[in-house]
């Protein structure tokens, strides 16, 4: 050890309790300047009413997402003979529909909960109960 740390050494050790009563004047001074530290971590002291936040307000207005966010397209059949309710003809309807489902790219853009319907599917479903 150094001279310095020594002779540190040797008044901590020789007036412990002066050493005691100076730590605690020093804990009770910055505790009582603690209680007057303020933090805030709120995000709106970085908004401003620029361009910017008004472009923001516009998109979530406008552009928000969730389970509104569909759209439906109709895909009409028809048929040379012009018999679109026949056996075949709804066989091939769902056909095409299993084809859109195992298409990836078409598949992740289906609505997950009755995203392909028609009257195939209600003919097909009514097959199967009975």
Same mark, same amino acid.
């Given at each position: 050890? !150094?001279? +310095?740390?020594?002779? @540190? $050494? #040797?008044?901590? %050790?020789?007036?412990?309790?002066?050493?005691?009563?100076?730590? @605690?004047?020093?804990? =009770?001074?910055?505790? $009582? !300047? $603690?209680?007057?530290?303020?933090?805030s971590s709120s995000l709106s002291q970085f908004e401003s009413d620029g361009p910017?936040?008004?472009a923001l307000d516009y998109v979530e207005t406008n552009f928000t997402g969730g389970?509104?966010?569909?759209? %439906? =397209?109709? =895909?009409? #059949?028809?048929?040379?003979?012009?018999?679109? @309710?026949?056996?075949?003809?709804? @066989?091939?309807?769902?056909?095409?529909?299993?084809?859109?489902?195992?298409?990836?790219?078409?598949?992740? %853009?289906?609505?997950?909960?009755?995203? +392909?319907? !028609?009257?195939?599917? $209600? +003919?097909?479903?009514?097959?199967?109960? %009975?």
């Amino acid at each position: 050890m !150094g001279p +310095v740390s020594d002779r @540190l $050494a #040797v008044l901590v %050790t020789e007036h412990s309790k002066l050493v005691i009563v100076v730590s @605690l004047v020093v804990v =009770v001074l910055l505790s $009582a !300047g $603690a209680t007057s530290v303020e933090q805030s971590s709120s995000l709106s002291q970085f908004e401003s009413d620029g361009p910017e936040a008004e472009a923001l307000d516009y998109v979530e207005t406008n552009f928000t997402g969730g389970d509104d966010d569909t759209t %439906t =397209v109709q =895909v009409i #059949v028809r048929d040379e003979n012009d018999n679109v @309710l026949d056996r075949e003809s709804l @066989l091939r309807s769902l056909r095409y529909q299993r084809s859109l489902r195992d298409d990836e790219s078409v598949n992740v %853009t289906l609505a997950e909960n009755r995203s +392909v319907v !028609g009257v195939s599917n $209600a +003919v097909a479903i009514a097959a199967v109960r %009975t």
